[in-house]
């Protein structure tokens, strides 16, 4: 067998430690943009040195390491600009004293002066304490390019006030951008959001942070059966629920049910319940579409105007209306969508599932074939070019 | 060695040596095969150390030009925005000739069609310009 050099090294226990320390020298009057640098190559060094000599203390080996290269950087700077001097040697006063390490960090990641895009990856490397290479294989983009952005989206937060508690929607947004951003390259995306979630749960009661890991869960639960061995698209009532993580499921439903008890509802614990009625059914015919219709109308109902504040909710509740209340029902319900969402492949394959329904074979696979011109996911456009074609062929029987 | 790019195209080229409908008109069975050999593809370049990248672009296309001072980009979908060349995707390889790169696209325009037949899609053969300077 061959001794693999990272045998040994708990990555995962390693990159929980990132928030902690770096909150701690962020506490202690370090810049935010300069401790999380420092960490960052002290988090290289550990990757590097620990497999051979781990470290007795690990969280305190990083926190000197990050120190020395903080005290380093600062001595170059220093000798550059030598009147600066004064600035360095007067203490800052501590950020904050009380509250999170997680909550703290995430609120700076997740500054609204920042683009989502910069919120996701700033998070990921501050507090998820991923490395830039591998944020930037995760995202398909060079290391380079990712390190740049990194950087500015740090400059962008120099001279910001991070002493303030900050937005937790924009926290719960940014998690789930993380989460549906999935797992492409190395890293497991999805998993690290449930990671994150669960530290945030930790550090706020909040029952839409309880409902956003909730909703994570419930949904990852069924991502072994969401993919046939050939990488092709299984779609939900196809799926072998046997394969499902019953594990997650049961953590989701208890991580819901806790919030739900708190009855202060918002879209995340209610978009979780839609996923846990789904989870429970041992088959698709099983599904309580009533119960998920009723959740719905609960979702729509959390927006002044649904068809353009969040025609997602809107859509999906047009599908579960069609299970309900006929498939015709549920088509009317996609034309109050046509004007916002008739560009997007997504209403379209929605229709191609409903004219499917009502047993309307040409008119499903025109809908999949107008869907899969739409689609910008390949995996998504093979699908619904297979779907189109199931759909055409059913229509017109084989040697026709 | 050399790189090059096999574009595919949605539209455009030389007249189709055998004309074929659009996929989702396909039988299921014959839409399966054409996938499963394109995967193939990209495995076949990976094994062999020839691949670079792999690509597939959707077909909506815009152009775009500076529009001036104070003044937003101007935008078109071009002229004849049903008939015009539009490449769907590419692979790009590093070989170690041109020969090869003709043989890599002829069987990449072997894939199968409906019926199992062979396309004979027309692939676009395009050499990578290199960044290096030249050693000699």
Wanted: hydrophobic share 40%; proline share 7%.
């Amino acid at each position: 067998m061959i001794d693999e050099p990272t045998r040994g090294l708990d990555e995962g226990a390693l990159r929980a430690l990132v928030p902690r320390v770096l909150a701690g020298l962020v506490r202690r009057g370090e810049d935010f943009d300069a401790a999380e640098d420092a960490l960052q190559e002290a988090l290289l060094e550990a990757l590097r040195v620990w497999p051979e000599h781990p470290p007795r203390d690990p969280r305190a080996w990083l926190a000197t390491v990050a120190t020395r290269r903080l005290v380093d950087a600062r001595r170059s700077e220093v000798a550059r600009y030598r009147r600066e001097e004064a600035a360095y040697a007067q203490p800052r006063p501590p950020v904050t004293e009380e509250g999170d390490d997680t909550l703290l960090l995430l609120f700076c990641c997740c500054h609204p002066d920042l683009a989502p895009a910069s919120q996701v990856t700033l998070t990921l490397r501050a507090v998820g304490g991923l490395t830039t290479r591998e944020i930037a294989d995760a995202f398909y983009v060079p290391e380079a390019t990712m390190a740049q952005r990194i950087s500015r989206a740090k400059r962008t937060l120099r001279g910001r006030r991070l002493d303030q508690p900050g937005d937790l929607a924009v926290v719960l947004r940014v998690l789930y951008l993380v989460y549906t951003a999935g797992h492409a390259g190395r890293v497991d995306l999805a998993g690290e959001a449930i990671r994150l979630a669960r530290q945030l749960t930790l550090a706020t009661e909040e029952p839409e942070a309880r409902g956003l890991l909730a909703l994570m869960l419930l949904n990852h639960a069924r991502l072994p059966a969401r993919l046939d061995p050939a990488g092709r698209i299984v779609t939900l009532d196809r799926q072998d629920r046997g394969r499902w993580d019953t594990r997650e499921i049961a953590e989701g439903v208890r991580v819901l049910q806790s919030a739900l008890a708190v009855a202060r509802p918002g879209r995340y614990q209610v978009e979780a319940a839609i996923a846990a009625l789904h989870d429970d059914a041992a088959c698709a015919e099983e599904t309580d579409w009533p119960q998920i219709l009723a959740w719905y109308d609960d979702l729509v109902a959390l927006t002044d105007d649904p068809v353009h504040q969040d025609p997602a909710a809107v859509l999906g509740r047009a599908v579960a209306v069609g299970h309900v209340l006929g498939a015709a029902a549920g088509l009317r319900e996609t034309d109050r969508l046509r004007e916002v969402l008739g560009d997007r492949h997504r209403w379209h394959a929605v229709r191609g599932h409903l004219h499917e329904l009502a047993g309307d074979l040409p008119a499903a696979g025109a809908a999949y074939a107008d869907a899969a011109r739409r689609a910008t996911n390949v995996a998504e456009r093979d699908h619904l070019v297979r779907q189109a074609a199931r759909a055409r062929a059913a229509e017109a029987p084989a040697g026709a | 060695m050399p790189k090059y790019l096999l574009l595919k195209h949605y539209r455009g080229g030389p007249q189709p040596y055998r004309p074929f409908p659009p996929m989702d008109q396909w039988a299921p069975e014959d839409v399966e095969a054409h996938m499963a050999f394109l995967r193939h593809v990209g495995e076949l370049l990976k094994k062999n150390g020839e691949y670079v990248d792999g690509q597939a672009l959707t077909p909506t296309r815009t152009w775009v030009r500076y529009g001036g001072p104070d003044a937003a980009p101007v935008t078109t979908d071009g002229p004849l925005p049903e008939t015009s060349d539009l490449v769907a995707g590419w692979y790009m390889i590093d070989v170690d000739s041109y020969e090869r790169a003709v043989e890599l696209a002829a069987y990449v325009s072997s894939e199968p069609g409906p019926g199992g037949e062979p396309l004979y899609e027309w692939i676009d053969v395009r050499e990578v310009m290199s960044g290096a300077p030249s050693q000699d």
